[in-house]
């Protein structure tokens, strides 16, 4: 298995791009979640969704936009790119939403938007 | 609504000495505990975990952890570190019965930096 993979592993945008950022897991994951990573603040959700379909906002959301289409992939969309979403984002999966689940993450894209 | 405090952001500590990361949390209801860990420019990794039972918990590369109901604590613990624990170490919560909006939401703390000098 290779478990979370993200694509790109780095990204450089002007403000004001668009972009997607992706994400699959291929242990037939049901949660999946988009976590961002700033210095001193740890990891804030930002989206998850509890299978295929079905998608809800985590603490963050605004700015960004997910589908599930599938239950392998869940990419995240930046609209509009803003300086205030540069960041570290990390894709997790876990077997079901029960919270005992272990969540598995992804190794991180790095996103810089000048 | 949950929440994780992480009481020093970065840790300095030479080979071989014992170290202590601290986590205490906040919640009105019962949450499961766990602790991840960073190494430089990759993804988090469980360490683990306390879901019920024993209050001291044994993870990988020879980290512990003990559950303190009474002072909402979950400090990690190891009698002897070594270089290649240099790392960013991170205390997260999930709701033990969640729902709604916070469905499986892990809330992590702030981060500590554990740097181990030779």
């Known amino acids: 298995n290779a478990g979370v993979t993200q694509t790109p592993k780095f990204q450089v945008l002007k403000t004001g791009q668009s972009m997607t950022l992706q994400c699959a897991q291929d242990?037939?994951?049901?949660?999946m979640s988009w976590y961002r990573q700033d210095p001193g603040m740890g990891l804030r959700l930002i989206h998850y969704?509890?299978?295929?379909?079905?998608?809800d906002q985590g603490e963050v959301p605004n700015g960004y936009n997910v589908s599930r289409s599938t239950t392998e992939d869940f990419p995240l969309r930046l609209l509009s790119a803003a300086p205030s979403q540069t960041s570290v984002y990390f894709c997790?999966?876990?077997?079901?939403?029960?919270?005992?689940?272990?969540?598995?993450f992804g190794p991180g894209t790095r996103l810089t938007v000048l | 609504a949950q929440s994780v405090t992480q009481l020093d952001s970065q840790v300095p500590v030479f080979e071989e000495a014992p170290v202590e990361l601290r986590c205490n949390y906040s919640?009105?209801?019962?949450?499961?505990l766990f602790w991840y860990v960073q190494y430089p420019n990759q993804g988090l990794q469980l360490l683990l975990k306390?879901?019920?039972?024993?209050?001291l918990v044994k993870g990988i590369n020879g980290f512990e952890a003990e559950f303190n109901k009474s002072q909402t604590s979950f400090h990690l613990r190891k009698p002897s570190v070594h270089i290649s624990d240099t790392a960013e170490y991170f205390c997260?919560?999930?709701?033990?019965?969640?729902?709604?909006?916070?469905?499986?939401?892990?809330?992590f703390g702030q981060g500590t930096i554990l740097t181990v000098h030779p």
């Open positions: 306390y879901l019920s039972g024993s209050t």
């Open positions: 997790a999966s876990s077997y079901s939403r029960d919270s005992y689940n272990e969540q598995f």
């Open positions: 997260a919560v999930r709701l033990a019965n969640a729902g709604g909006t916070s469905y499986g939401k892990l809330t």
């Open positions: 242990m037939n994951h049901e949660y």
């Open positions: 969704s509890v299978g295929a379909g079905i998608t």
């Open positions: 919640s009105s209801v019962s949450v499961y």
